[in-house]
């Protein structure tokens, strides 16, 4: 069914008037339906990394991590950077090298890959996403220092928490 505003009245969390289609770097986080963990947990610092906690990935979280990387060979106008997988969620910057194909379809492209390779009985993802347009190199720098030091403030926060896990 097309949308009909008289019948859908869901707000859209896009720029109005953007194309999504233009040449251009957006930073993406996707989060897992209900905010289970799914992808693997954090580990404290120790011998390994004294200085920070750490991200490690389970199978699902690998899978992911996969797909993530393919993307560049479904989209080759397509160039990931800066990105990180966590328990529940997933951030990341990638940038359209040319007017090509629409961030939301390389997304929706993801999801659908990710989601039918893990193959859950419930959902894997929310339903959207979230994206922030990166307008220039010092908001580049300040989201890829964001989503590096994304496991270190998860560890501060949620590492004593008990949350629920899957393999």
């Excluded at 008037?17 to 957006?26: E, F, I, L």
């Excluded at 799914?38 to 979280?61: D, H, Q, W, Y």
Aim: aromatic share 12%.
């Amino acid at each position: 069914m097309k949308y009909n505003p008289d019948l859908h009245h869901r707000r859209s969390i896009r720029l109005r008037n953007h194309d999504y289609a233009n040449a251009g770097a957006y930073f993406i986080t996707i989060c897992c339906q209900n905010h289970i963990s799914r992808f693997g947990k954090i580990v404290a610092a120790g011998s390994a990394c004294p200085n920070e906690n750490t991200m490690s990935l389970n199978e699902f979280g690998k899978i992911v991590d996969a797909e993530w990387k393919n993307l560049t060979i479904k989209y080759p106008n397509v160039k990931i950077g800066e990105y990180v997988i966590m328990p529940n969620h997933f951030h990341g910057i990638i940038e359209i090298a040319e007017r090509g194909v629409n961030i939301g379809n390389i997304i929706g492209f993801f999801k659908y890959n990710t989601t039918k390779m893990i193959n859950l009985p419930e959902k894997l993802w929310q339903r959207n996403y979230w994206e922030h347009i990166i307008r220039n190199e010092a908001d580049h720098a300040r989201i890829a220092k964001y989503i590096r030091n994304n496991p270190i403030s998860w560890g501060k926060k949620y590492l004593n928490k008990i949350l629920p896990q899957q393999p």
